[in-house]
């Protein structure tokens, strides 16, 4: 006789609205969703999915301590739910000096930049990959790239920034790609705010 073990966690109970918010936010031609850390984080159901998902092996080293996702992710992969993919280097070139001119390469993980590079490397076969994340700094960066997104359990960012890094003590500002965590003059840490401009909205077209 065999025992079948059933794992549930409590984001289980929220996958019917997050299926709602794929489905509300997707195009009937676009077939194919990019998945960061923080899509398994909230709790996206890859076997609930009718799409193309596809992630990065180094996502499994930002979710490996939690053993329920561990098991959900390669049970995914192993069903074939889930496609792994390395993207080239030139295309995380690519999208690092994106990030820098928008000033948030310093807050994305080397798992954020491959997930970046590989919808850029979709974009390019002729796809419209859409990236499934609560990411700001992914969300900013892929609009930039005219790349679309979808957030599960936040609204997402309505605008395009470009940001600069200040410090908070004594109000010094420096580039976005300045690359200390603390201020030059007093020590504290720095922190980053929208440059004063107006920022255009995600996939806002030129005239």
């Keep these: 006789m065999k025992t079948i073990f059933i794992i549930v966690s409590e984001v289980d109970f929220f996958s019917k609205e997050w299926d709602e918010n794929l489905v509300n936010n997707d195009d009937k031609d676009i077939n194919t969703v990019v998945l960061d850390t923080s899509a398994f984080i909230a709790g996206y159901d890859p076997f609930s999915s009718k799409r193309r998902n596809i992630t990065v092996p180094k996502v499994r080293d930002e979710i490996k301590r939690n053993s329920i996702l561990l098991l959900r992710f390669e049970m ?58 609560d990411d700001y700094s992914i969300q900013n960066v892929a609009s930039q790239m005219k790349i679309e997104f979808i957030p599960l359990t936040t609204r997402g960012i309505r605008k395009i920034f470009k940001w600069i890094r200040y410090c908070p003590a004594c109000y010094k500002e420096f580039l976005s790609n300045y690359k200390v965590s603390s201020c030059s003059i007093c020590g504290t840490k720095l922190k980053r705010k929208p440059k004063r401009n107006n920022p255009k909205k995600p996939n806002e077209k030129k005239n």
């Design 76 to 133: 995914a992969i192993e069903n074939g739910k889930i496609q792994l993919k390395n993207p080239l280097e030139k295309h995380k070139t690519k999208v690092k000096t994106i990030a820098n001119k928008t000033g948030d390469l310093h807050l994305l993980s080397k798992t954020d930049l491959d997930v970046l590079a590989i919808a850029l490397e979709l974009q390019i076969d002729g796809l419209k990959p859409k990236i499934v994340t």
